[in-house]
């Protein structure tokens, strides 16, 4: 996916500037967007207060900064963001090569479904080498910071959860996690493509406002088709864990149906903004460092 890829360019990014490039942007997209996702985990989990708790995620983000104070809001961060670097740099770079073995071997071109495969692949590839353990430490630590606190850091919870669940502890909810990655990154990264692709057939040039406009709609898309398997995520990542099904069952007992998009708004204002932070710094880095990696 390099600044200049299209609907038939041949051109391949160095495996070296697809990873490089996308975990800088996973990295900087975490850390500025950080706290919707704790806003959004928190509606999530489940608490006896839960009726009357605000959905808005300014005004969760307001609660917590005014009764936890600001530090709170970045519980979990460190976890976040180790994980955003890697899951993007994989995300990124299995896509890449996804993508050009799923290219029309005559124009070079890349359908909407096989951009939409190839995003699929690079998301059950991140989720198997990065995602899982690292959301669960994340999710396991904002769960602690509001009940028990027995987590002092993200390495104590690595110690604590492996020590408890041992090693398949770290791959609490992994199913939720692999499909959520899957359909995330499948509509994420193919609806990016599609959108660029789209504009270079049109001759619109690629700009960093077309760059985040398009990350932004992706970042829209993949929200709501995605929520669900991200709301069966976090409750089985949660400090005490629990399985997929157990997760299921205990969220069509608290909301019903509707409680798998539980949390939408939070995550909708922060995919819309770390999509199209996400595309805009890859794309900046990808310009940087392809002179220098195809010499």
Known sequence: MSPKSGATDNSKTPAAVSLVSGGIAGGIEAAVTYPFEFAKTRVQLRDAGSASRPRNPFLVVADVFRNEGARALYKGCSSLIVGSVAKDGVRFLSFDMIKSAFKDPDTGALSPLRNLLAGMSAGIVASVFAVTPTERIKTALIDDARTAKRFRSAPHAVRVVYAEHGFLGLYRGFAGTTLKQAGATAFRMGSYNVLKDYENSKHIAQSTATNFANGAVAGTITTYATQPFDTLKTRSQSAKGASTVEAFRSVLADDGVRGFWRGT???????????????????????????????
Not at 269 to 279: D, E, K, M, N, Q
């Open 265 to 295: 708004t939070m995550r909708l204002g922060r995919t819309v903004f770390s999509g199209g932070i996400l595309f805009t710094v890859y794309e900046q880095v990808a310009a940087v460092l392809n002179p220098v990696f195809q010499r």
